[in-house]
């Protein structure tokens, strides 16, 4: 696994990354999961907002407020309040680096993610990557260069 710089959404206000697994980047197996589930409107406006974090930069506004420790750096990133698709990412201090992870849709009938078997692996999943990342950048293995990550950028 690696991070790679998504440049289709990738902008002048912030570079967003994914996890490649297998030679595809794990936002690209989200879309590719979710397409044809009836989610189509929402993934335009994803799609959108991630065009304007590259624009603009990764405020706050573009990431559905979740309870997580401060350290992990984990948000959310959906279109409208009342959306039922979630993306995992991690949000970087400088709001100049995302990495995406997945999600999925959150089911009516549940309240929180951790209720959804598979949105609790996503969320877990990128939590773990946080920490990596965490201790790569402390090490000094990892830099933040502008809108860029520098240095050793795959995921043991």
């Not at 790679?4 to 297998?22: A, F, M, P």
């Not at 990431?63 to 401060?70: I, L």
């Amino acid at each position: 696994m690696k991070l790679v710089r998504l440049t289709n959404y990738s902008g002048e206000g912030c570079s967003i990354y994914s996890i490649l697994e297998d030679g595809v980047p794990r936002f690209q197996k989200f879309l590719q999961e979710i397409t044809g589930c009836g989610f189509e409107k929402e993934l335009i406006n994803i799609n959108g907002r991630l065009i304007s974090i590259g624009k603009y930069g990764a405020t706050e506004g573009f990431f559905k407020p979740e309870e997580w420790k401060d350290d992990e750096k984990i948000c959310c990133l959906s279109d409208i309040p009342s959306s039922k698709l979630r993306i995992f990412c991690i949000r970087f201090e400088s709001e100049r680096i995302i990495v995406l992870g997945g999600g999925g849709a959150k089911p009516k009938d549940i309240r929180a993610w951790q209720e959804d078997p598979k949105l609790s692996r996503e969320a877990k999943f990128i939590i773990m990557i946080s920490g990596i990342l965490r201790k790569k950048i402390d090490q000094g293995d990892i830099t933040e260069h502008g809108t860029r990550l520098n240095g050793n950028l795959n995921i043991p």
